[in-house]
């Protein structure tokens, strides 16, 4: 197997904890990191104090290296960079942007750079922008996603033509079984997102964490394909959005009546304060194959016992 993201992170295990907007703060990054992955405070729409306090804590729980995710849609990115970077960050993990955008900047400062993609030609402008590795991120994945609607197993193998840097596999990764399928397909690791939000250490509300819990084959769908999809939990919120996609209404004014609907603090609303009703909750299929809500090493342990035990096992005889 190879040993690229090992090597690129200084890590024991090829395998990322996704950046999460309000489930991926300073306990779950340390945690991950102290038990051999690569840990991502999510800094989505942090407050750039909030961002520095998060990462000094971080710093008090492990001596392990852990780094900083920017999805570049939200504002106040220049500060929340200068916060991290006057704090010792080294390790960069963009999303929904542009790659050029912070890749030169971030790299003349010594940070090794990733960047989210959902397709191979936004994989080949990453390459092209001179980022270390990249995600590829399938459309089963919790959060935002691309709108293409690309699985896992099909965007991995057409990245893999089209790049020559490492790329980290992404979306319903939930076991060491699809860990090894990723690894099949040709991918150097994997990043983990709603696996670890059910966890001890993730700063999901508990509310949140049960319902993923409980959630089942068909909980989750992709949503606001009108303005930029991202997979959820059906609840009411993800309802009201729905019967505004479904209506005769132009598209413009779709979109005018989904940005007053998410209105400030959705996401904060249900995947923190835990309002199951009216909260925006990101979640990947995956969710339906999560039943329980283990501590990160114990979670961790078990992906790499599944993922030997899928290795040593395949059935690869036909007669
Ligand atoms: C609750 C939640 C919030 C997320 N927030 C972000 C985010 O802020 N930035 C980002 O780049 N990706 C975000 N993602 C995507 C993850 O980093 C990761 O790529 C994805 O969860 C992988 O797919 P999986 O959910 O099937 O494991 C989020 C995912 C979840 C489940």
Not at 209 to 229: F, N, Y
Request: hydrophobic share 40%.
């Amino acid at each position: 197997m190879s040993q690229k993201i090992t090597t690129l992170f200084k890590i024991k295990y090829p395998i990322i904890q996704g950046g999460m907007v309000w489930v991926s703060g300073a306990k779950l990054a340390a945690a991950s990191a102290n038990a051999g992955i690569l840990g991502l405070i999510g800094a989505g729409s942090m407050e750039p104090e909030l961002l520095k306090k998060h990462i000094l804590k971080a710093q008090t729980l492990t001596e392990k290296p852990f780094g900083v995710n920017l999805p570049l849609l939200y504002g106040k990115r220049e500060e929340q960079i200068e916060i991290a970077l006057n704090a010792g960050v080294k390790i960069f993990f963009t999303s929904a942007g542009d790659p050029k955008k912070f890749t030169k900047f971030l790299k003349d400062h010594g940070c090794v750079v990733v960047h989210v993609t959902s397709n191979p030609m936004l994989a080949k402008k990453c390459e092209d922008a001179g980022v270390d590795a990249i995600v590829a991120e399938g459309f089963e994945a919790g959060g935002h996603n691309g709108s293409e609607e690309l699985t896992t197993m099909t965007l991995i193998p057409q990245i893999k033509k089209s790049i020559s840097i490492p790329i980290i596999a992404a979306g319903g990764i939930g076991s060491g079984y699809s860990m090894a399928a990723a690894f099949t397909l040709g991918a150097d690791g994997v990043q983990i997102g709603s696996r670890f939000a059910a966890t001890q250490e993730s700063s999901a509300h508990i509310n949140f964490k049960q319902s993923i819990v409980q959630a089942s084959h068909d909980s989750t769908m992709l949503s606001m394909k009108d303005l930029i999809p991202v997979r959820l939990l059906r609840n009411q919120f993800f309802q009201e959005v729905q019967n505004i996609e479904n209506s005769p209404l132009d598209l413009e004014e779709k979109k005018r009546r989904l940005i007053s609907l998410l209105g400030k603090g959705r996401a904060k609303r249900g995947m923190l304060e835990g309002d199951l009703l009216n909260g925006e909750l990101e979640i990947g299929q995956v969710a339906g194959l999560i039943d329980d809500i283990p501590a990160m090493d114990e979670c961790v342990a078990r992906l790499i016992r599944e993922f030997h035990h899928a290795s040593k096992n395949l059935p690869l005889h036909f007669s």
